[in-house]
């Protein structure tokens, strides 16, 4: 079975790449930044939004989606994709980091994760087998392997139990998802569709498949080692030895200085392969995106443009707007006049300090709307900028 195909059609030499990844349900150029869609929603932006906003990826996050509705549900309807209406690609987490920072009455040993939830107080218990099977069913263009995202500062000791349980779960990840991975809920009706798509008919699904290059999921191995660079080594050259689809690295932006986050990322880059994708997973700042974006990351998600928003903190060209401040009360200009993004072209600033006055729920979603497309346009900029020059014309 053909999983992703990673092409890059560019390099800087500072080593950023632009690329693109071709997905069962998308191909998406990169380097991309990812919306967070926790419960199987980007917050209070609806799907139609987000592809016109040119999303092609989002993430789902399987801890959440395993307590309510369920994965089984999900896995009989079809699929993530199917069960939410979003044709292009989705990427699930493995659950660990929510875990970790959630659940109550966590009990880790070498087999897995025994917790409580944060929704009702009933226990459960996460293995890595578990999170794949759960990732399975979720149908996700990519699966990540089962962690523990190891907590900042942790002492070298600490670190090292942690990386050594990262180690062997991404094993025990990787072998689970090799024997199960055709259970997919879609695998069935990609293969339907290329078939259509070879005898030149048209598919009535075809609209949820985006590239008849790619058939089934993708798993990606996570790097872990705290803040220590010689652990970090030594879990890239294990996980390389492993064989994922895909890198990420984990366990950053969890409280430690912005210095020591970018060394980190510079001291894995160099270690995993040229030619499989990269992810720094919960990055970041719109300037730290572009700053990681052309030193070679290939993907980034965050929560940060959404819940932001639903605080009233807008990201713009002209820096951070607190839209609640009563400056704005009758400032007729677009949130951010340098923005393309159908909020901009519509609405004041004076309207959208209205709404989060008011408390009313539209405040969220305009906001939202803006700053996603502040941050996937940052990219977009990066990747043209990655693209060789035209010739100049004469
Ligand atoms: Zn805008």
Same mark, same amino acid.
């Given at each position: 079975?053909?999983? /992703?195909?990673? *092409?890059?059609l560019a390099e800087?030499?500072?080593? +950023?790449?632009?690329?693109?990844l071709?997905?069962?349900?998308?191909t998406?150029?990169? #380097?991309v930044?990812?919306?967070?869609g926790t419960?199987? @929603?980007v917050?209070?932006? #609806?799907q139609?939004?987000?592809?016109?906003?040119?999303a092609?990826?989002?993430?789902g996050n399987?801890y959440h989606?395993?307590?309510?509705p369920g994965h089984?549900?999900?896995?009989?309807?079809?699929?993530?994709h199917?069960?939410m209406s979003?044709?292009r690609?989705?990427?699930?987490?493995?659950? +660990?980091?929510?875990?970790f920072?959630?659940?109550?009455l966590r009990k880790? @040993?070498?087999?897995?994760?025994?917790?409580?939830?944060h929704?009702?107080?009933?226990?459960?218990?996460?293995?890595p087998?578990h999170?794949?099977?759960?990732q399975?069913?979720l149908g996700?263009?990519?699966?990540?392997?089962?962690?523990? %995202? &190891?907590?900042?500062p942790?002492?070298?000791?600490r670190?090292?139990?942690?990386?050594? $349980?990262?180690?062997?779960?991404?094993?025990?990840s990787r072998d689970?998802f090799?024997?199960?991975?055709?259970e997919?809920?879609?695998r069935?009706?990609?293969? *339907?569709?290329?078939?259509?798509h070879?005898r030149?008919?048209p598919?009535?699904?075809s609209a949820?498949?985006?590239s008849h290059e790619a058939?089934? *999921?993708?798993?990606?191995g996570?790097? *872990?080692g705290? !803040?220590h660079?010689?652990?970090?080594?030594? %879990?890239?050259e294990?996980?390389v030895e492993?064989?994922?689809?895909?890198?990420a690295?984990g366990?950053?932006?969890?409280?430690e200085?912005r210095d020591?986050?970018?060394?980190i990322i510079s001291?894995?880059l160099?270690l995993?392969?040229?030619?499989k994708p990269?992810?720094? !997973?919960g990055?970041?700042?719109?300037?730290? =995106?572009e700053?990681?974006?052309r /030193?070679g990351?290939?993907?980034m998600? %965050?929560v940060?443009?959404?819940r932001a928003?639903?605080h009233?903190l807008l990201?713009?060209?002209? +820096?951070?707007?607190? =839209?609640?401040n009563?400056?704005f009360?009758e400032?007729?200009?677009?949130?951010?006049?340098? %923005?393309?993004c159908p909020?901009?072209r519509?609405y004041s600033r004076?309207y959208?300090?209205?709404?989060?006055?008011?408390n009313? #729920?539209?405040s969220? &979603?305009?906001?939202?709307?803006?700053?996603?497309a502040?941050y996937?346009?940052?990219?977009q900029r990066v990747?043209?900028? $990655?693209e060789p020059? #035209?010739?100049p014309?004469n």
């Amino acid at each position: 079975m053909v999983s /992703l195909q990673f *092409q890059i059609l560019a390099e800087s030499p500072a080593g +950023g790449r632009r690329g693109r990844l071709i997905l069962p349900h998308q191909t998406v150029e990169t #380097p991309v930044f990812m919306p967070v869609g926790t419960q199987g @929603t980007v917050k209070a932006v #609806p799907q139609d939004a987000l592809e016109s906003l040119g999303a092609e990826i989002i993430l789902g996050n399987t801890y959440h989606l395993y307590l309510r509705p369920g994965h089984e549900p999900i896995r009989r309807m079809g699929g993530l994709h199917k069960f939410m209406s979003w044709p292009r690609a989705l990427l699930t987490d493995s659950g +660990g980091f929510q875990v970790f920072s959630l659940s109550s009455l966590r009990k880790v @040993t070498d087999d897995g994760v025994q917790f409580r939830s944060h929704l009702d107080g009933s226990s459960h218990f996460f293995t890595p087998e578990h999170s794949i099977d759960i990732q399975i069913a979720l149908g996700a263009d990519i699966v990540m392997a089962f962690d523990e %995202c &190891t907590e900042y500062p942790a002492d070298r000791a600490r670190a090292e139990k942690s990386l050594r $349980l990262t180690m062997a779960w991404a094993q025990r990840s990787r072998d689970h998802f090799r024997a199960h991975q055709h259970e997919v809920p879609w695998r069935n009706q990609i293969e *339907q569709d290329q078939a259509s798509h070879e005898r030149g008919v048209p598919h009535p699904s075809s609209a949820w498949v985006g590239s008849h290059e790619a058939h089934t *999921q993708s798993l990606f191995g996570i790097v *872990q080692g705290g !803040m220590h660079r010689d652990l970090r080594r030594q %879990c890239a050259e294990r996980l390389v030895e492993m064989d994922f689809d895909g890198y990420a690295i984990g366990g950053l932006s969890v409280g430690e200085p912005r210095d020591l986050t970018l060394e980190i990322i510079s001291e894995v880059l160099p270690l995993l392969p040229k030619d499989k994708p990269r992810y720094v !997973m919960g990055v970041g700042y719109p300037d730290e =995106i572009e700053q990681y974006a052309r /030193l070679g990351v290939d993907m980034m998600d %965050c929560v940060l443009p959404t819940r932001a928003a639903r605080h009233a903190l807008l990201f713009t060209s002209e +820096g951070r707007l607190n =839209i609640k401040n009563k400056q704005f009360a009758e400032d007729q200009s677009p949130p951010d006049p340098a %923005c393309q993004c159908p909020v901009c072209r519509r609405y004041s600033r004076a309207y959208l300090r209205h709404l989060v006055q008011a408390n009313e #729920p539209l405040s969220a &979603t305009l906001n939202s709307i803006h700053n996603l497309a502040y941050y996937l346009e940052i990219m977009q900029r990066v990747r043209k900028s $990655l693209e060789p020059n #035209p010739a100049p014309a004469n």
